[in-house]
């Protein structure tokens, strides 16, 4: 990979980490409002599928060995496993799928088509099917506390972070076309 790839994935793992500690609690369901979905959801437009799934793998592996990069701060394997750990996981497919399917260009259209009907179903899913278990619940009562109170909110998630990578790509686009970037 190129310096700048790896300086890319940095800044994502960053923003990612950062965007755990933005979290709210929402009464009535143990999920967290946070920022963590726009920045998945810009991961997946500015990066390739591969540089994705490694972007979101080292942000797991990190809360895995007991950094405090989980929502609220939260870490170890005891994050993963609880009721929103489903949600985690579905980051790590999500992202590099979002990817894959973006190709090489980001339009503002594909990109909220991508984030708003492939990426928030996948991580949807792998949340509502882990809490459903975890907890012992039916998949819909799972889906009622889980996703219903959050998918405007996603949403609004989704075209915050689709604008800010149409402009990201348009911006280092025209860095490597005047020469600014240095691939080595």
């Keep these: 990979m190129k310096t700048h790839d790896l300086t890319k994935m940095a800044i994502c793992i960053t923003l990612l980490c950062i965007s755990s500690y933005v979290s709210f ?3 009535l369901s143990p999920v967290m409002i946070t920022t963590q979905t726009i920045i998945i959801n810009l ?7 591969k540089q994705a799934f490694v972007t979101v793998s080292l942000y797991i592996i990190m809360g895995l060995i007991g950094l ?6 939260a870490s170890g394997l005891a994050k993963i496993l609880s009721p929103t750990g489903g949600f985690i996981m579905g980051f790590l497919i999500a992202a590099p799928l979002m990817s894959y399917v973006k190709g090489e ?3 503002l259209k594909s ?6 009907l492939i990426g928030m179903p996948i991580i949807y899913l792998f949340g509502t099917y882990w809490m459903s278990l975890n907890q012992g619940i039916g998949i ?5 506390v889980s996703v219903i109170p959050f998918v405007l909110g996603d949403v609004v998630k989704c075209v915050i972070a689709s604008l800010v990578a149409v402009r990201l790509t348009k911006r280092v686009n025209q860095s490597v076309f005047r020469g600014h970037l ?3």
């Design 182 to 184: 240095v691939n080595e």
């Design 43 to 49: 991961i997946a437009l500015i990066l390739t599928p």
């Design 111 to 116: 990109a909220l088509c991508i984030t708003i």
């Design 68 to 73: 405090p990069v989980f929502s609220g701060g």
């Design 105 to 107: 260009c980001v339009h």
């Design 25 to 27: 609690p929402l009464p």
């Design 140 to 144: 819909y009562d799972a889906f009622k």
